[in-house]
C-alpha cells in the first residue's frame, strides 16, 4: 500500500495532486481525532485508516475530489463518530476510571510516536496543539456528552465548521447540529468554574508536590476542596484504587500513603495537556501523570493515568 509519506506517481511520472492535501492536513487529523476520542493512539489509528482509505480509490477518483482536505476530514470525522459508539460500551467495563490519554508540553514531547528519540524526534506534524479545548478537564466534560453531541460541538466550535459541513458529517440536518452543539456548550458551562491564572495553578500545584514530598497531611488537606475527588485510571495493568477517592482528608492521607510505600519514587513538575500537572518517576521512568482542575486556590480534582498504554508520549525517548 502507498502511504502518505511515500509520493504516488502515475505512469507519466506526475505526483498524486493530493499528497500535499494528505501532508498539510495530518496535523489538523490528529488534533480533530484526539479531541474526538480522547486517545492519542486511536487518533493515530484514524488518522492512518482516512489516508488507507484515500489512497484505496482510483487515481482518477482522488483526482475528482474538489478538496481533498474536505474529504479527509470527513471521513476521518465519520470513522471517529462510529469509534465513539463502540468506545462508549468498551468503557462502561473498564477496569477502573477511564481518563482520556495524557500529553506532554511539546518542549517535553521527545518521541510523538514510536520510533521518535531524542536525536530524531517524530514528525512535528505529530504533535497535538495543546490549548484551553485540550486541558484535562475539557476532555472529561467531553466524555460525557453523546458521540453526536461530541462531533458536533468540537467540530463547530473548536474548529470552527459551519453547521452545513457539520450536518454533511454526522448525517443530521443544520438545525439539527445546532442544537446538539447547543446542547454540548451548555454541559460545559456547567462544569466549568471561574478560570484560575496559570502561574496560580502552577504555585498550587507545586506546594502539592511539595507538601506530598514532606507527606505534611494538613498541608495537602489545605489545599483541597472538601469535596475534591481523585480517581486513577490503570487499565488494569498496574495496582492503583479502582474507585475515586473523595474528601480531602481521604485524598491526603492516601497520597502520604503511596510515598511511603515508594520511598524512592521522584515527583517532577510537568505541563499536562496545556496545565501545569505533575509525573511520578521510578529509576527515570514514568509511571504516573497527575492533572488537576483548580477552583480559586483550592484543588477540586485529580486524575492519574497509570494505564502504562497512555503513557507513552512521557516514555518515549529520554527521560528529563
Avoid at 459551519?162 to 454541559?187: D, K, M, N, W
Avoid at 456547567?190 to 505534611?216: C, H, M, N, Y
Amino acid at each position: 500500500m502507498t502511504t502518505p509519506s511515500e509520493p504516488s506517481e502515475a505512469g507519466d511520472g506526475r505526483l498524486d495532486p493530493g499528497l500535499s492535501a494528505i501532508v498539510s492536513e495530518r496535523r489538523q487529523l490528529i488534533n480533530l481525532a484526539y479531541r474526538l476520542l480522547g486517545s492519542l493512539a486511536d487518533a493515530e489509528d484514524v488518522v492512518q485508516e482516512t489516508h488507507t482509505r484515500w489512497y484505496a480509490m482510483s487515481r482518477q477518483r482522488r483526482e475528482a475530489v474538489e478538496s481533498p482536505g474536505g474529504w479527509l476530514t470527513t471521513v476521518a470525522s465519520r470513522i471517529c463518530l462510529d469509534l465513539l459508539g463502540s468506545a462508549r460500551a468498551r468503557r462502561e467495563r473498564y477496569v477502573d476510571e477511564w481518563i482520556p490519554e495524557p500529553l506532554p508540553d511539546r518542549t517535553e514531547w521527545v518521541g510523538g510516536r514510536p520510533g521518535g528519540t531524542a536525536a530524531e524526534p517524530s514528525d512535528p506534524a505529530d504533535r497535538v496543539t495543546l490549548d484551553e479545548s485540550i486541558n484535562m478537564a475539557f476532555l472529561v466534560v467531553l466524555e460525557s456528552m453523546t458521540p453526536a453531541e461530541r462531533v458536533a460541538f468540537v467540530l463547530h466550535d473548536v474548529f470552527r465548521y459551519t453547521f452545513t459541513e457539520v450536518a454533511e458529517i454526522v448525517g443530521r440536518t443544520p438545525a439539527a447540529c445546532r442544537q446538539l452543539a447547543s446542547s454540548a456548550r451548555r454541559r460545559i458551562r456547567a462544569s466549568r468554574a471561574p478560570a484560575t491564572p496559570t502561574a496560580q495553578q502552577a504555585g498550587i500545584v507545586r506546594d502539592f508536590k511539595l507538601d506530598w514530598e514532606a507527606r505534611d497531611i494538613d498541608a495537602l488537606i489545605g489545599l483541597l476542596a472538601p469535596d475534591a475527588t481523585a480517581a486513577t485510571d490503570s487499565g488494569g495493568l498496574v495496582n492503583a484504587v479502582f474507585r475515586p477517592v473523595e474528601g480531602r482528608e481521604r485524598i491526603a492521607r492516601y497520597a502520604v500513603d503511596i510515598v511511603d510505600r515508594v520511598p524512592s519514587m521522584a515527583i517532577l513538575e510537568r505541563t499536562v495537556n496545556g496545565q501545569p500537572g505533575l509525573v511520578a518517576q521510578q529509576d527515570g521512568v514514568t509511571v504516573t501523570m497527575m492533572a488537576f482542575d483548580i477552583a480559586g486556590d483550592r484543588i477540586t480534582r485529580i486524575w492519574a493515568v497509570r494505564n502504562p498504554e497512555k503513557l507513552r508520549p512521557w516514555t518515549v525517548g529520554r527521560q528529563r
